[in-house]
């Protein structure tokens, strides 16, 4: 599946940095489906260009994101609903991108007021979800200093694939901090809670 296939499914714009990454190839990975992936794992494990191979993450596969969805609806209309008074809005969407272990996920929040999504990370056994950045941009900023925090090799051609995508204010921002300061600056960027039960009304329509 294409992005453009995915998006008039969704009914959606991804962020313009996310479709700035796609044109440039570093997401061809994403339009296979996941038999295909599991056929070429090796070699997307082993590709240094490939975008979000970094710190544990699993970009979910563009046709896998539609039944992600799915999923999540049933699960915040059946259980959560139940236990929060949860109230229903059309003006904000919550659209799943990638995961950690199959079971954390990376969302866009989309606010209608909002000309770009924000971040948040829904940890499975949590029922609120963190907020992780303001913008895409932000987003791969903090998912590199976590990757510095997990020991990436701040040298390799992973590191630097990544770091091309970061906006200059950001490079600037990553090379104003002393090289042995990088794994510390994490505790820098600690995720701000988000009660969706008082300030969001809506996450899927």
């Known amino acids: 599946?294409?992005?453009?296939?995915?998006?008039?499914?969704?009914?959606?714009?991804?962020?313009?940095?996310?479709h700035k990454i796609y044109d440039s190839g570093a997401m061809?990975?994403?339009?296979?489906?996941?038999?295909?992936?599991?056929?070429?794992?090796?070699?997307?494990?082993?590709?240094?260009?490939?975008?979000l191979n970094l710190n544990g993450l699993e970009p979910l596969l563009f046709d896998q994101i539609p039944e992600r969805i799915s999923h999540m609806e049933q699960w915040f209309f059946g259980y959560l609903e139940k236990e929060h008074d949860f109230?229903?809005?059309?003006d904000i969407k919550l659209i799943p991108f990638a995961q950690i272990s199959c079971v954390d996920v990376y969302?866009?929040?989309?606010?209608?007021?909002?000309?770009?999504?924000?971040?948040?990370?829904?940890?499975?056994?949590?029922?609120?979800?963190?907020?992780?950045?303001?913008d895409f941009d932000e987003f791969l900023y903090n998912i590199m200093i976590c990757?510095?925090?997990?020991?990436?090799?701040?040298?390799?051609?992973?590191?630097?694939t990544h770091y091309k995508f970061l906006s200059?204010?950001?490079?600037?921002?990553?090379?104003?901090?002393?090289?042995?300061?990088?794994?510390?600056?994490?505790?820098n960027n600690m995720h701000s809670a988000v009660n969706i039960w008082e300030q969001w009304r809506k996450i899927l329509s």
């Open 147 to 160: 990757s510095a925090y997990n020991e990436e090799d701040i040298h390799g051609e992973n590191w630097n």
């Open 87 to 90: 109230i229903r809005r059309k």
């Open 168 to 187: 200059e204010a950001y490079q600037k921002k990553i090379d104003s901090i002393p090289e042995e300061d990088l794994p510390y600056e994490e505790e």
């Open 28 to 51: 061809k990975w994403l339009e296979l489906s996941e038999s295909e992936l599991h056929q070429n794992l090796d070699d997307y494990l082993q590709d240094s260009g490939a975008f």
């Open 1 to 18: 599946m294409l992005l453009s296939e995915l998006e008039s499914e969704l009914k959606m714009q991804f962020p313009e940095k996310f």
């Open 107 to 134: 969302c866009f929040l989309y606010e209608e007021n909002l000309k770009e999504p924000k971040i948040v990370l829904w940890w499975h056994d949590e029922d609120m979800p963190v907020l992780i950045a303001n």
